[in-house]
């Protein structure tokens, strides 16, 4: 005998699984010309945060913010032809101005994201100014600033300098900042994620030290500071065993009391 209140309840069933596939299907669309399906991304929350976060770094024209958004070495290529690559935070801050030309700033912060164009290796701001590639992190999925193409019109200008970048580390759950002043005194600047780099940090911590271990190639800096009984100690790799993960270069650690408590690896 049929049941109307079964198959009631069989069809609120259905709906609810329906609607329950559809909530967890990512949306990977950005728009005609990019679907971040193609380079293995699962939804385009992620590269909406990124976008938000250059759009901002490079409206501030701020140096730390964008060595944090970018993948080093980073590849510049000038409309002569020639090239060069930025190694390093420090590199980056030197010739910001260069690499990062009103052009080029103009390029991404006019960009409408529904119109942006990507294929399987990579995303593309402008008519190819700006390159973007997805870097498997960690945890999530990372968006990275990976190559820029110049415009001919020699279009410079200086950068405001304010400190001089040392080092950068996007750990799994925070952003450090390494840089120091002009008298030398070193400081780290933290971001808790998801947090934006173009607001206040929420650890800041002045007058650390700064050592150095290893030879030649092999030296690497290890910078320490101290807030209250808690220790955090920035390494950045020389020469490794290769036992750490695929595209880090160093490591985070908080230290209370003398006694390590956390340890993440910086991407």
Known sequence: ?????????????????????????????????????????????????????????????????MALLVRFPVRVNHADG??????????????????????????????????????????????????????????????????????????QTAAHKTSTLAYVCDAEKHRVVIDSDASGKVRYRAWNKPRFLTDHPDMEATAGTKSLEGTDACTQAIWSFRKGNTEFVVREFGCTDGAEPAGTTGELAVLVDGRPQQRWWCW
């Open 1 to 65: 005998m049929f049941n109307m209140g079964d198959a009631m309840s069989r069809v609120v069933v259905l709906l609810l699984v329906l609607a329950a596939r559809v909530a967890f299907a990512g949306d990977t669309v950005l728009g005609g010309a990019c679907d971040l399906a193609v380079i293995g991304a699962s939804d385009k929350h992620a590269f909406l945060v990124f976008d938000k976060e250059l759009r901002r770094a490079l409206s501030r024209q701020d140096v730390a913010a």
């Open 82 to 155: 020639s090239k060069i690559s930025l190694n390093n935070a420090a590199a980056l801050q030197m010739r910001f101005a260069e690499v990062f030309p009103p052009p080029v700033r103009s390029a991404v912060l006019n960009q409408k994201p529904e119109e942006i164009f990507c294929k399987y290796t990579s995303i593309m701001y402008g008519n190819g100014a700006v390159w973007i590639e997805a870097v498997e992190g960690a945890v999530t999925q990372r968006y990275r600033v990976t190559a820029i193409n110049l415009p001919a019109v020699d279009t």
